[in-house]
């Protein structure tokens, strides 16, 4: 049956959704990649029960969001917990993180499925009358909150930092300070300030070539402590360029969601790995295109996920922080929860038009495993809005 979905301009427009998911062939599903390690940023999902408001407590549907980790775990993605597109900083609080750190941690052992969490300082509410003890301090407890947990440390970048560091050498201070009493490897995360404006001039300047200096100088003097890097600045001629320079033995990690599939795909003088918000919704088909780059067909993996790159600009458009909005209510789509509803209320921060688009361009691509329930959600959707579908 024809959807009727809104245009920005306030127009209607006919739409046909599919009828079948597209098949997909599911070869070695699970099992572990070769060429690549790739982790999935993914989303929580709220407690739509809950009577909270956006600025009170916490209300998280355990079943759910931990449902979604095996998931990822099916296909063999890594989980990237706790990050952005789990709404740190932006609805979910430290003690909730916490608990969803250990959570996941303990049930990634069980599935024997790989796990990395966000280490930040976001208990720091007042940012702006915080010092560098403060934060090393804020750092330190949520690095053993991680480490005890049995999970990889991702190291975000901290919107207190940011506010409290005077110039370079602050930071080269304190994640010295953190690399030398990390217990294993960690990932280093270049938040870029599209995704959060609080960090913008992050490594101590707003010139990027100036702060990438100062960022590969704090790798440089402990590589032994840093597995990779994730990069995500949307620029992938910066990304390309920073690779380069990475010590040897030092991954790089693409969080570009404009430009992913030419970074994993990489050059002849290197490649990208990735831990990508954006496959929290391409869950399925990003293994796949990955197992068949294992098999060193670039050619193949870029057909597959080239035609991805369009959706994923469309959800990071700029204000970029709210991609997340979009993120959810695909997993609602396509019957990873049972409800449109986000922690802190952040289901409301995109338009009617643009969650439509999202619906049309992944019903293109076939990521519904049932379309026809996706449809009559969607429809739903748009009836709550006063839109006769």
């Not at 917990?81 to 979910?92: F, I, K, S, Y």
């Not at 190291?155 to 602050?170: F, H, I, N, Q, V």
Request: one cysteine or more; proline letters at 6%.
């Amino acid at each position: 049956m024809t959807l009727h979905l809104p245009s920005a301009d306030g127009t209607l427009r006919a739409y046909e959704p599919r009828t079948a998911p597209p098949p997909v062939s599911g070869n070695g599903a699970g099992s572990a990649f070769t060429s690549r390690t790739v982790f999935s940023a993914a989303h929580v999902v709220a407690d739509p029960y809950a009577d909270t408001s956006p600025d009170g407590p916490v209300a998280v549907d355990w079943d759910a969001t931990l449902a979604f980790r095996h998931h990822l775990w099916s296909h063999g993605l890594g989980v990237a917990e706790a990050m952005d597109t789990a709404q740190r900083g932006m609805g979910l609080d430290w003690p909730t993180a916490a608990e969803l750190i250990h959570r996941s941690a303990a049930e990634a052992k069980a599935a024997g499925g790989r796990i990395a969490c966000g280490v930040g300082t976001d208990q720091l509410t007042a940012t702006a009358t915080a010092t560098l003890a403060d934060v090393r301090s804020a750092y330190e407890e949520q690095l053993a909150v991680v480490e005890e947990s049995g999970a990889q440390a991702i190291l975000m970048a901290s919107r207190a930092l940011a506010a409290t560091a005077k110039g370079p050498d602050d930071y080269l201070e304190v994640y010295g300070h953190l690399l030398r009493q990390a217990a294993e490897p960690v990932i280093l995360h270049w938040l870029g300030p599209m995704f959060d404006p609080a960090l913008e001039g992050y490594w101590g300047s707003s010139d990027l070539d100036t702060a990438t200096d100062t960022f590969l100088e704090v790798i440089a003097a402990h590589p032994d402590k840093v597995d990779g890097i994730k990069v995500s600045l949307l620029d992938a001629r910066r990304e390309v360029d920073l690779r380069r320079r990475l010590p040897r033995g030092v991954r790089c990690y693409t969080g570009d969601d404009f430009n992913y599939p030419e970074l994993i795909a990489g050059d002849d003088q290197g490649f990208s790995h990735a831990l990508l918000g954006i496959f929290d919704p391409l869950g399925p088909l990003a293994a796949e295109a990955v197992r068949v780059l294992d098999t060193g067909d670039t050619d193949g993996f870029r057909a597959l996920l080239d035609p991805t790159v369009e959706l994923s600009r469309h959800l990071f458009q700029a204000p970029t922080r709210y991609y997340k909005t979009g993120v959810v209510l695909l997993a609602w789509l396509a019957g990873h929860q049972s409800h449109f509803t986000m922690v802190g209320g952040l289901q409301s921060a995109r338009s009617l038009p643009h969650l439509a688009r999202a619906y049309e361009l992944a019903d293109g691509l076939g990521l519904f495993p049932d379309p026809k329930l996706a449809e009559e959600r969607m429809r739903n959707l748009l009836a709550l809005y006063g839109v006769n579908a």
